[in-house]
């Protein structure tokens, strides 16, 4: 299972830049009803995401403003990202080593192809384990088989 285009595909990506209000983000974010947004620079590069729990550290805790914010000002720049060729697998080990709940998809130039979440992943590894055991109990047991009785 590759990350594209088995968990992303077809995903119609929302970014921000830098200079951008943090409200306005906010809002796209809540419209398209998403938790994270990536930032880019001029040239579509990746240089940082923004979660709802950035949101949630500046304005409910901080006090911050968000009309005087910029998606610069609140975004988090140490970013790991994974390829589109990643597996599922190596993507979900690296969130749970992280505690990240999104990793951004990206080209080998850096420039950003998508955004896999955890609950991307979960739904994906969870069909693909009930695929296995389906196949697994067929094989065992053939057309004699019934998970009802």
Request: negative net charge; without cysteine.
């Amino acid at each position: 299972m590759r990350i594209i285009p088995d968990v992303v595909n077809d995903q119609n990506l929302l970014v921000a830049r830098p200079g951008d209000n943090a409200r306005q983000v906010a809002t796209a974010m809540v419209e398209r009803h998403i938790s994270s947004i990536l930032v880019v620079d001029d040239a579509g590069k990746l240089i940082g995401i923004i979660t709802e729990r950035d949101f949630t550290r500046y304005f409910a805790v901080q006090g911050v403003d968000p009309n005087r914010t910029t998606a610069g000002d609140i975004m988090s720049e140490e970013l790991e990202a994974i390829s589109p060729d990643d597996s599922a697998f190596s993507a979900l080990e690296l969130m749970e080593l992280k505690g990240f709940r999104h990793l951004p998809v990206v080209d080998d130039d850096g420039m950003p192809l998508g955004i896999v979440s955890i609950r991307d992943l979960y739904a994906v590894i969870t069909r693909a384990s009930r695929d296995l055991l389906a196949k697994t109990q067929t094989y065992l047991f053939d057309d004699r088989y019934n998970p009802d009785m």
